[in-house]
């Protein structure tokens, strides 16, 4: 029997339950699959700033969180080559002014039974293996349950929640992204017991630059755990799974205010280092024929800016609302979804920029710099707005602003006045083509930013769709022998 439901979703974490949440409160049969059980982990800094909190409520999933007793975080301190600020972080539009850190083992949890609360069906260790096709359009999908059953839906839309390696990206001729950036840092991080629990530094995020290098510590759940981050070049991910504790002591040796901040910490309580160096960002085509991606299936960030959960939260719930008043017609359907396309990109372009700019493993620019220099006058927000989101880089540091710092780099002569003047040009040239670009407002816009896009990204061959690959195994078991077999038992 095929299964009548209004959306199918692949994927069951946080991009697939901020949709199925608000379209399932307001009547409509949604039923999302994911190959995994919860709780299960995911690779992810699990950074949140009040925006990313502010998703987790109106997703309905707050309340799970803060019973978990995170550490809310409401202060950023960060440093670059001798300068530094710390600022308060700026509430979201709905008054929540806190951050918090929660391991994707607790917190996929807590936001998969918020969407079952709420109606959503969540079903768990499903296998996607195709989606059906009707007239040109995509109308629904089958997958095979945990006891190998195979069953069948049928949806007015598919939407692909299922990461940067999307099978539903692959299936619908969107696997290539039209928009591809090489990522030149890694991460590697492990959980600590936070020496300096119950002060305001377990109410703070440290954002702490050395040279080339960076160095987090975010307090997560339950407080009194610390998450310790670094991002260096990408190939340092390579050398942490080889030497573990050899790297952690090398990179502690780099960022003496790190090594600060854990003086004291019982090295009994640390979780070995988990790390990843592949993370180029890109953009896909995200809308067509009855089908829609969202979360990481759609767009993807370097993770040096922390933004990835509050954007699949981000892109969950605006996708619903969009298709909420349209849900019965199929054609409103697609109309829709190609709306929300163009709406996310505008949203997510500028921090793609700047998480592009923050990747390159580079000594921090003395204009920047003098930013951060006078972003710690007051403790009032100002450049932790970038991180939650409140307001873009070219709102932040307008040209006049960006100049004014150029000009206080050059009289204080802590770098030559070649590098000053080349630097502050080159990224004064980047922000008027990101201004360019915004203002133009080209939908799936390819063109490259100089200084933000990156050439040399790979990206894999997509993945062969089960049920392709099951028929070819069976042809290859009930296949003849090899002509080459064959000829060797014919006597000569």
């Not at 059906?132 to 095979?144: D, E, F, H, K, N």
């Not at 990179?251 to 790190?258: D, F, M, Q, W």
């Amino acid at each position: 029997m095929v299964e009548q439901v209004d959306v199918a979703v692949v994927g069951g974490r946080l991009a697939a339950c901020a949709l199925a949440a608000p379209l399932a409160r307001a009547g409509h049969r949604v039923v999302a699959i994911d190959r995994m059980s919860f709780p299960s982990d995911q690779l992810s800094t699990h950074l949140l700033m009040p925006a990313g909190t502010s998703e987790l409520a109106k997703l309905g999933a707050l309340p799970r969180i803060m019973a978990l007793n995170p550490s809310q975080v409401r202060w950023l301190f960060a440093t670059a080559e001798g300068s530094e600020c710390r600022e308060r972080l700026r509430p979201a539009n709905d008054g929540i002014d806190f951050g918090v850190c929660v391991p994707r083992t607790q917190q996929d949890l807590c936001v998969v039974e918020a969407a079952r609360d709420q109606g959503a069906e969540i079903r768990e260790r499903c296998t996607f293996t195709e989606l059906t096709w009707r007239a040109g359009r995509v109308s629904g999908l089958r997958y095979t349950d945990a006891e190998g059953e195979e069953h069948e839906l049928a949806a007015k839309l598919v939407v692909g929640a299922d990461g940067r390696r999307s099978n539903v990206a692959a299936q619908v001729g969107a696997w290539t992204p039209y928009r591809l950036s090489q990522n030149g840092r890694g991460l590697v991080f492990r959980y600590v017991d936070d020496p300096r629990a119950g002060t305001r530094d377990a109410e703070t995020y440290y954002a702490l630059r050395e040279g080339e290098s960076f160095g987090f510590a975010f307090p997560t759940a339950p407080a009194g755990k610390l998450l310790i981050l670094f991002m260096g070049h990408r190939d340092e991910a390579t050398e942490a799974r080889k030497d573990p504790e050899g790297y952690w002591t090398r990179k502690l040796a780099e960022h003496p205010r790190l090594r600060e901040r854990l003086a004291g910490a019982d090295p009994s309580t640390y979780t070995k280092l988990r790390s990843t160096g592949e993370t180029p960002a890109f953009f896909r085509a995200s809308s067509g024929p009855g089908w829609a991606l969202a979360g990481d299936a759609s767009h993807f960030k370097d993770p040096v800016t922390g933004q990835g959960m509050r954007d699949a939260m981000w892109m969950g719930r605006t996708l619903a609302e969009h298709l909420l008043p349209v849900v019965g017609d199929t054609t409103a359907i697609d109309i829709a979804t190609r709306e929300w396309e163009a709406h996310r990109d505008r949203h997510c372009l500028p921090a793609y920029h700047f998480a592009n700019m923050d990747t390159r493993v580079e000594v921090q620019s003395p204009t920047v710099c003098e930013l951060i220099r006078d972003a710690g006058r007051s403790t009032e927000p100002d450049i932790g707005d970038l991180f939650g989101r409140a307001r873009t880089l070219q709102e932040i540091a307008p040209l006049p602003r960006l100049a004014r710092h150029a000009v206080t780099a050059l009289v204080r002569g802590e770098r030559s006045r070649r590098e000053t003047v080349l630097t502050a040009a080159e990224e004064i040239r980047t922000q008027l083509e990101i201004r360019r670009e915004r203002h133009a407002d080209r939908f799936r816009a390819t063109r490259p930013v100089t200084g933000s896009d990156h050439p040399g990204a790979s990206w894999p061959a997509p993945p062969v769709a089960i049920r392709a690959r099951r028929a070819a195994a069976a042809s290859a078991a009930s296949a003849p022998p090899a002509a080459a077999d064959v000829r060797q038992e014919i006597p000569a």
